[in-house]
């Protein structure tokens, strides 16, 4: 059982300036991402009537991701990360004024419509490059902005404003969508990520705690090294990586939006906003209340649970039963977040940030796109609803099997 003192009260963090003004600047960029990917898949899916092409989308984005997410690690911890971050954003600047260019009338009228989803493709792989070195620093900086015993407190309060950001992005953009079009939505995506960039410019430049000269690939190896032979991390991490690779419906919310519930734009906003209200609701809760023990125990049930609403997601007809069971799969995973995260910020030492968090980003955030690569390619092959019900039946098989290889991490508590 862990030792590591922790603050005991929740709000802590809050007290300082810094954290604040990151966990302003964090939200509004979340939030524009988000509202980024929503109104992606659904302009893809009215460009292609694909379901494949949904899954390219995520594909499209996990191979630089993956291709750069170790090197991505060895750079950060070897760079000042305050400096990074603010590049990255201004790369994901470029890249928004890029599909506004591309959702105009002109380049409509000018270019066919698989052409401009190739384009589309292009431009989220760039968004994928640069995410694998902007998620890694964003978790890495938390570390040097509040002292330890506030990390857990921390980290419940990061993952809340990423949850709460991402609620309102997929939220919004589905409104957004339906009153003002795709090229306008993208217009005001370009000013929250703005925003965004000028409140974490606001943070002062951190120390770099790695100053001795290591090749490349003794340093990558030096971050896997640790996460494999740390248990709890590789298990955590394993569990949320197939959780989301099998029982990521998200990725075909646009094709149960638009061919089984039958519903606008605005009802897929909230289709699509329903798992992050969940993830909001759990997590501000344990944010108050946190858990003080049988953490592992609890991260299994939560991830079984989310594989069960899957299930009941795929076999739905109505749109309130689909939204309770996103809903209540998003309430499964916001303790699946805050039990990771906190392990995460707990168990890696700050020489090794960047790497770990590299290979968390590996395992967690690129699990996402592979996971609608997945959904893409089995809709096709299975059927839409057929595929969903086989990823939450994989879910839970992958809890089982979990349960019995990693019992130091159902047994741990901190």
């Given at each position: 059982?862990?030792?590591?003192?922790?603050?005991?009260?929740?709000?802590?963090?809050?007290?300082?300036?810094?954290?604040?003004?990151?966990?302003?600047?964090?939200?509004?960029?979340?939030?524009?991402?988000?509202?980024?990917?929503t109104v992606i898949g659904w302009w893809m899916y009215l460009l292609t009537n694909s379901k494949l092409a949904l899954g390219f989308v995520g594909l499209a984005e996990v191979i630089p991701a993956l291709s750069l997410a170790l090197y991505a690690?060895?750079?950060?911890?070897?760079?000042?990360?305050?400096?990074?971050?603010?590049?990255?954003i201004k790369l994901y600047i470029g890249c928004i004024i890029l599909f506004i260019i591309l959702s105009t009338g002109f380049t409509a009228s000018h270019f066919h419509h698989w052409t401009i989803a190739v384009l589309i493709c292009g431009v989220i792989a760039l968004t994928g490059a640069i995410r694998a070195f902007s998620g890694p620093t964003f978790s890495?900086?938390?570390?040097?902005?509040?002292?330890?015993?506030?990390?857990?407190?921390?980290?419940?309060?990061?993952?809340?404003?990423?949850?709460?950001?991402?609620?309102?992005?997929?939220?919004?953009?589905?409104?957004?969508?339906?009153?003002?079009?795709?090229?306008?939505?993208?217009?005001?995506?370009?000013?929250?990520?703005?925003?965004?960039?000028?409140?974490?410019?606001?943070?002062?430049?951190?120390?770099?705690?790695?100053?001795?000269?290591?090749?490349?690939?003794?340093?990558?190896?030096?971050?896997?090294?640790?996460?494999?032979?740390?248990?709890?991390?590789l298990g955590a991490l394993s569990l949320d990586l197939f959780a989301v690779l099998f029982g990521g419906a998200v990725a075909l919310v646009p094709v149960f939006a638009i061919d089984i519930l039958h519903i606008g734009a605005i009802g897929f906003g909230w289709l699509n906003a329903a798992a992050d209200i969940g993830s909001i609701i759990t997590v501000t809760f344990l944010t108050v209340?946190?858990?003080?023990?049988?953490?592992?125990?609890?991260?299994?049930?939560?991830?079984?649970?989310?594989?069960?609403?899957?299930?009941?997601?795929?076999?739905?007809?109505?749109?309130?039963?689909?939204?309770?069971?996103?809903?209540?799969?998003?309430?499964?995973?916001?303790?699946?977040?805050?039990?990771?995260?906190?392990?995460?910020?707990?168990?890696?030492?700050?020489?090794?940030?960047?790497?770990?968090?590299?290979?968390?980003?590996?395992?967690?955030?690129s699990s996402n796109e592979l996971g609608q690569f997945e959904s893409g390619v089995a809709a096709k092959i299975m059927g839409t609803v057929s595929s969903v019900i086989f990823g939450g039946c994989m879910t839970i098989g992958v809890v089982i099997f979990t349960w019995f290889k990693a019992p130091s991490l159902r047994k741990m508590e901190y």
């Amino acid at each position: 059982m862990s030792t590591i003192p922790r603050n005991k009260n929740p709000y802590a963090p809050l007290k300082i300036g810094e954290f604040k003004s990151f966990i302003a600047g964090r939200f509004i960029f979340i939030m524009g991402l988000r509202m980024t990917g929503t109104v992606i898949g659904w302009w893809m899916y009215l460009l292609t009537n694909s379901k494949l092409a949904l899954g390219f989308v995520g594909l499209a984005e996990v191979i630089p991701a993956l291709s750069l997410a170790l090197y991505a690690g060895h750079y950060i911890d070897k760079n000042e990360k305050r400096n990074l971050l603010l590049r990255c954003i201004k790369l994901y600047i470029g890249c928004i004024i890029l599909f506004i260019i591309l959702s105009t009338g002109f380049t409509a009228s000018h270019f066919h419509h698989w052409t401009i989803a190739v384009l589309i493709c292009g431009v989220i792989a760039l968004t994928g490059a640069i995410r694998a070195f902007s998620g890694p620093t964003f978790s890495s900086l938390i570390s040097q902005i509040v002292p330890k015993d506030m990390l857990p407190s921390a980290a419940a309060i990061s993952s809340a404003t990423w949850l709460i950001g991402s609620i309102f992005g997929h939220a919004a953009a589905g409104f957004l969508i339906a009153f003002f079009g795709i090229n306008t939505t993208f217009v005001l995506i370009l000013c929250f990520v703005i925003t965004g960039y000028i409140l974490l410019s606001k943070l002062s430049e951190k120390p770099v705690f790695v100053t001795t000269a290591t090749k490349t690939w003794q340093s990558v190896k030096e971050g896997l090294n640790y996460v494999f032979k740390t248990k709890e991390l590789l298990g955590a991490l394993s569990l949320d990586l197939f959780a989301v690779l099998f029982g990521g419906a998200v990725a075909l919310v646009p094709v149960f939006a638009i061919d089984i519930l039958h519903i606008g734009a605005i009802g897929f906003g909230w289709l699509n906003a329903a798992a992050d209200i969940g993830s909001i609701i759990t997590v501000t809760f344990l944010t108050v209340w946190p858990l003080h023990r049988s953490q592992g125990r609890t991260l299994f049930y939560a991830v079984a649970g989310f594989g069960v609403c899957i299930i009941l997601f795929a076999v739905s007809t109505l749109f309130w039963l689909s939204f309770a069971a996103l809903l209540m799969s998003g309430c499964m995973d916001g303790i699946s977040v805050i039990i990771r995260s906190t392990i995460l910020q707990l168990k890696t030492p700050d020489e090794l940030r960047g790497r770990v968090m590299s290979v968390s980003s590996m395992f967690i955030n690129s699990s996402n796109e592979l996971g609608q690569f997945e959904s893409g390619v089995a809709a096709k092959i299975m059927g839409t609803v057929s595929s969903v019900i086989f990823g939450g039946c994989m879910t839970i098989g992958v809890v089982i099997f979990t349960w019995f290889k990693a019992p130091s991490l159902r047994k741990m508590e901190y």
